[in-house]
């Protein structure tokens, strides 16, 4: 069958790892969507509590004979959730055609129903043909009961950055929320030609930084799910510089591992593009992305001398209070 007249499939990449309290009610917004989804591949990734005896209820109780196709694999380590991505996807896309779509999904939100008909229908007004794309979405961030805690994940800078686009800040600091993803083919291909790698922070940080240099970033200002925080989060919705809890120390500890997953990010574009361009160029491509992103690792510092002050004006109180 040629691709022409092949039909479109819908995917979820699902990765949990001790997940059962909060899988099945992921699960049933797959299934409530107004858009059908064909196919759930859930990677379980060592878990030792009862979510694989809630995946297995989920698919019993709420398929029916008429929902997606549930595809399960148990994998026996857990290696952590951005190699689990990794791996999930690189299984993944010998298992696609080149005109499907891959859905990203975490192990505790839950979609709204229309997420899936908004995000394809955005897609397929905005697809080029041969360029790796990737759509995403806000969200509605809620806590452990889906309690509404902010209508928005991003406050009102960060929202003109993904409307605009005026900004490297758009691009390589972390904008991109994992679950709220979707892939062509095209972008699914590239991703799982990836290694992993442990300057990687974030699987969504570094995806979305990848493809906006070599593909096309779609922002939907939609809130398409809900966003829920809880203990087990793995970094919750980050409120800007996500160091406001953080001493200073660990703050540059970050801005460092931040520079070191920009460099990467560079030396993975240069050679995606090491087809195209030779070496000689590629060296002078890297110097140019660096630049274009010193601006980015300025503010990183600038905001880290803040958090200093900060700090420091928090200890003088303490300690005229001790007096």
């Not at 129903?113 to 790796?132: L, Y």
């Not at 800040?169 to 083919?185: A, E, P, Q, S, W």
Request: proline letters at 2%.
């Amino acid at each position: 069958m040629s691709e022409a007249n092949r039909r479109k499939k819908l995917h979820i990449l699902l990765c949990s790892h001790n997940g059962g309290k909060y899988i099945y009610a992921q699960l049933k917004s797959f299934c409530d969507q107004k858009r059908q989804i064909d196919s759930v591949h859930i990677y379980d990734f060592g878990s030792k509590d009862n979510t694989r005896d809630e995946i297995l209820r989920a698919i019993e109780t709420l398929t029916a004979g008429t929902g997606p196709i549930f595809h399960l694999n148990y994998i026996a380590h857990a290696p952590g959730v951005t190699q689990s991505f990794f791996l999930a996807l690189r299984d993944l896309v010998g298992k696609l055609n080149t005109c499907d779509l891959v859905f990203i999904s975490d192990q505790d939100d839950v979609w709204m129903d229309i997420k899936t008909e908004v995000m394809v229908d955005v897609f397929e007004k905005s697809e080029k043909k041969g360029v790796p794309t990737l759509v995403h979405h806000d969200v509605l961030v809620v806590d452990e009961c889906l309690n509404q805690i902010a209508d928005s994940y991003y406050n009102k800078r960060q929202l003109a950055l993904l409307l605009n686009n005026p900004s490297p800040l758009n691009k390589h600091f972390g904008l991109v929320i994992g679950h709220t993803m979707l892939l062509d083919y095209e972008a699914v291909k590239i991703i799982a030609s990836l290694e992993y790698d442990e300057r990687i922070l974030m699987y969504d940080w570094y995806w979305g930084c990848i493809i906006s240099e070599v593909g096309d970033i779609k922002f939907v200002n939609q809130k398409l799910s809900k966003y829920r925080q809880h203990d087990n989060n793995i970094l919750g919705a980050r409120s800007g510089s996500g160091t406001n809890s953080a001493g200073f120390i660990d703050f540059v500890k970050y801005t460092r591992a931040v520079a070191n997953q920009l460099v990467l990010c560079c030396h993975t574009i240069s050679r995606l593009s090491s087809k195209k361009i030779n070496k000689r160029h590629t060296s002078f491509r890297e110097y140019v992305f660096l630049v274009k992103n010193i601006r980015s690792i300025k503010i990183l510092a600038l905001r880290a001398l803040v958090d200093l002050q900060t700090l420091l004006i928090m200890r003088r109180r303490k300690r005229r209070d001790i007096r």
